[in-house]
């Protein structure tokens, strides 16, 4: 990236420094450019300048390292908290559907990364774990950001070690509700297949691929088989040894019961009426449900405090949307 003894072109004079250099580097963004520039490396006739300086034709533009972005923090936003559970040394959350835990990739206070569970925790509490780094304070584990649910918080180093050692040796009990399209053969199930990223949509996880692939666990019971005029579902939790990314969804998805409203693993966006499928065109569109979530609640966790060794058990009931839902296909039994 350096572009030294290169000469401005008369015919771009007028120009405004940072433009220019956008316009000769077309893989480096205009915020990366404008922060090479504040961190005075980007000379101009062998000085600093201002990203705004208009050229005049026939300079020397010499760059002269790399950027150095400030490292991603969390920035506390006064957002309520459902807490379940807490203490000097962790607390346990009710995440809401729709709230990432942690701001994702760019400016952690671009909007995409407000909201956040971190956040939250940020402006609540005065003192989180540092093990995770700025971005992550007092994160042990995560949910996605369409499910909801119990999510374990470290107030303090000690008992992130701790609370991460157990995870790692899967001494925490974690208990899911799921609802699933179809009528599942079995009562009760395992699914032990091996997750890795999908090769093709990076957003997506997949039990089809051997390289990269990791182990994970998924033990399922069914709690309830609903018959509707919307389909057969089933009703289930599911207990996790491991916690890879998007496992349970993925898991149910392989198995040809894709999660209600998980879209990414093949769930409809809107559910219609079984009788549509032999509508003629002249009939009126079907009635359809829908819902703008994952059907899938961290309902349960079991696990002994990380200090006193007291065992605790957590439940955090299901969310008014799902619950909601569930009466809807009901109705129509």
Same mark, same amino acid.
């Given at each position: ?98 709230? +990432? ?27 989180? /774990? ?41 001494? +925490? ?40 692939? @990791? ?9 309830? @088989?609903?018959? /509707?005029? *919307?389909?057969? *579902? ?60 994952? *059907? ?6 079991? *696990? ?30």
């Amino acid at each position: 990236m350096n572009l030294s003894n290169h000469t401005v072109p008369p015919e771009d004079a007028g120009q405004r420094l940072d433009a220019w250099l956008v316009s000769q580097l077309e893989s480096i963004s205009r915020a990366r450019i404008q922060l090479l520039i504040s961190e005075a490396k980007v000379l101009v006739d062998g000085a600093s300048a201002r990203a705004s300086r208009k050229l005049r034709g026939g300079e020397v533009i010499e760059i002269t390292g790399e950027a150095a972005p400030p490292p991603l923090r969390g920035i506390p936003e006064a957002i309520p908290l459902d807490i379940v559970y807490e203490d000097d040394d962790l607390s346990v959350i009710n995440k809401p559907a729709g709230m +990432m835990v942690h701001a994702g990739s760019g400016a952690a206070d671009d909007a995409r990364n407000l909201g956040t569970l971190v956040n939250a925790l940020l402006s609540h509490y005065q003192q989180l /774990s540092s093990t995770g780094g700025p971005l992550r304070p007092g994160i042990v584990h995560r949910l996605d950001k369409q499910t909801s649910g119990l999510i374990i918080v470290a107030r303090n180093d000690a008992a992130h070690l701790k609370l991460s050692e157990m995870f790692s040796r899967r001494q +925490m009990r974690k208990t899911y509700i799921a609802l699933v399209h179809g009528n599942l053969r079995q009562d009760d199930g395992t699914i032990n297949t091996a997750i890795a990223r999908d090769a093709i949509r990076r957003t997506r996880m997949t039990t089809r691929r051997d390289t990269g692939a @990791r182990a994970a666990v998924s033990h399922y019971s069914v709690l309830e @088989r609903i018959v /509707s005029r *919307f389909g057969n *579902f089933t009703l289930i939790s599911v207990r996790i040894e491991t916690g890879r990314t998007h496992q349970i969804r993925v898991h149910l998805s392989s198995i040809g019961h894709p999660v209600a409203g998980d879209t990414l693993y093949g769930a409809p966006a809107r559910i219609p009426v079984v009788a549509a499928a032999r509508r003629k065109k002249s009939d009126p569109e079907p009635e359809t449900i829908a819902l703008d979530r994952n *059907f899938l609640h961290a309902a349960e966790l079991e *696990f002994a405090h990380p200090r006193t060794g007291q065992p605790l058990h957590l439940k955090a009931p299901l969310p008014e949307e799902l619950n909601a839902l569930l009466a809807k296909l009901k109705s129509d039994e």
